[in-house]
């Protein structure tokens, strides 16, 4: 009798072991399909923007004349470095932001003339060579163009000196 009860025990363990067997041969299959699928979604094409990233670090000096319209809220100016050249914005007080005036929309640099601020909007800047615009506030494109302008990074000692790097 307890021969019996032996056996039928035995089956009962190959039974499990078997449908634990079972499951983990599914669980593998599945993440062996599962995978190689997640891999070839996720290898889309890279939106890195096409604009050229040269490196540099300057520093400014906003009370000088060439640099003097940052001294208010709202100014902007030209500053040499980057791809083909950088413009600033004042945002506030405290904030300055800067972007290369490389149009995302021309990267091969082939247009002759650099990004530039509307004659009505200052905001907004052009470019002439693809029609697209985009706005100085943000450096977000406002029409003709998937790419916003390339960002520098900035930092102002709140008195006069303004470093801009990349």
């Known amino acids: 009798m307890s021969y019996l009860i032996g056996e039928k025990q035995n089956e009962k363990n190959k039974y499990k072991s078997n449908k634990l067997h079972n499951f983990t041969r599914m669980v593998i ?27 540099f670090d300057i520093t400014i000096d906003i009370n000088l004349p060439s640099y003097n319209t940052l ?62 615009t985009f706005s100085l506030y943000d450096g977000m494109p406002t029409s003709n163009s998937s790419f916003g302008l390339r960002q520098y990074m900035t930092v102002f000692d709140g008195s006069n000196m303004l470093r801009i790097y990349n």
């Open 71 to 132: 001294n208010g809220v709202g100014g902007w100016c030209y500053v040499n470095g980057g791809s083909r050249g950088i413009i600033v914005y004042r945002r506030s007080i405290e904030e300055f932001i800067a972007f290369d005036r490389h149009s995302p929309e021309d990267p091969n640099g082939t247009c002759s003339s650099p990004l530039f601020p509307d004659a009505d909007n200052f905001l907004q800047l052009n470019d002439t060579c693809n029609n697209a």
């Open 29 to 55: 299959r599945f993440f062996s399909i599962l995978l190689p699928l997640l891999f070839l979604v996720g290898c889309r094409k890279n939106n890195v923007n096409p604009v050229p990233n040269i490196p």
